[in-house]
């Protein structure tokens, strides 16, 4: 090979050929809308887009949906889940159980002062507590008016005194008294029935009649349920009051007495001053 073709070969090669690959760099046509158009838009989906399809799924809603319109379905089916809710919370059936023994609840008897004739067949028992009051008459004690107390009955470290105390005690605040005016112009003593004549062993009563009548008393208890009184100066009263006892004495098959008694105004003191006999 000769020097020129060597050379001419060199030429061809390096300083011929670089044109070619210069043209592609050296072409400074400004981009235009398609260049930009194959940067990677068509062949390659955007990531972005990727991204919400992957999130944005319609299952959630889809999921709440279903939620909302189950209760919808329970209420339809509401008989059924009653019975089982039923047939869960009954309880088995209980034990019979023995019903408690009853409570016998004692009360103690009430005890008041009673009045007595002294002559009286029950004053006659052995043991029977009595006191005199004043004539013919005498202070009983009875639980309940049902029978007179004994000696034995007194509860231990009970004096009588104590007993008496605690009887006008009872009496006072358990047995209302009223006055009532009777046909003859004088006034009778109301308690129930039981406890009239008893009204002696109260001094409030006698002192507030005096201080109504403005006078002595002047009393009368034919019988247990019937006490009379008058004022003391009541001239007129006083033979009405003598025509009652006798009628009284008549009447009833357990009189008490015929004494006619005086109620001191001022000294608060009782004595006999007759009989309505």
Known sequence: MSISTFLKGLYNKYVLAKPPVKEP????????????????????????????????????????????????VAATQKPATKTKATTKTTPPPAEPVSPPPPVITTTAPIIY???????????????????????????????????????????????????????????????????????FGGYELVAGGQYEASAVCLPGIWQWLTEQFVDSLLVVVPAKDLVLV???????????????VKQAFKNNSQPLTANIFRYNRYSQQWSVIGSAQ
């Open 113 to 183: 002062p009673v009045i007595k004739l002294a002559t009286d067949s029950a004053l006659e028992e052995p043991g029977v507590i009595t006191s005199k009051w004043l004539g013919d008459l005498m202070i009983c004690y009875t639980a309940d008016n049902t029978q007179l107390l004994q000696h034995k009955d007194l509860p231990a470290g009970m004096t009588l005194e104590k007993l008496h105390e605690t009887a006008v005690t009872n009496l006072g605040k358990n047995i209302e008294y009223s006055l009532k005016e009777t046909s």
């Open 25 to 72: 760099v050296i072409t400074k046509t400004p981009p235009t809308g398609p260049r930009v158009r194959t940067t990677h838009v068509i062949t390659d989906p955007p990531p972005p887009k990727t991204t919400p399809a992957t999130t944005t799924t319609v299952a959630t809603p889809k999921t709440t949906a279903t939620a909302i319109t189950t209760p919808a």
């Open 230 to 244: 008058i004022p003391e100066q009541d001239s007129h009263g006083m033979y009405h009051l003598q025509a009652t």
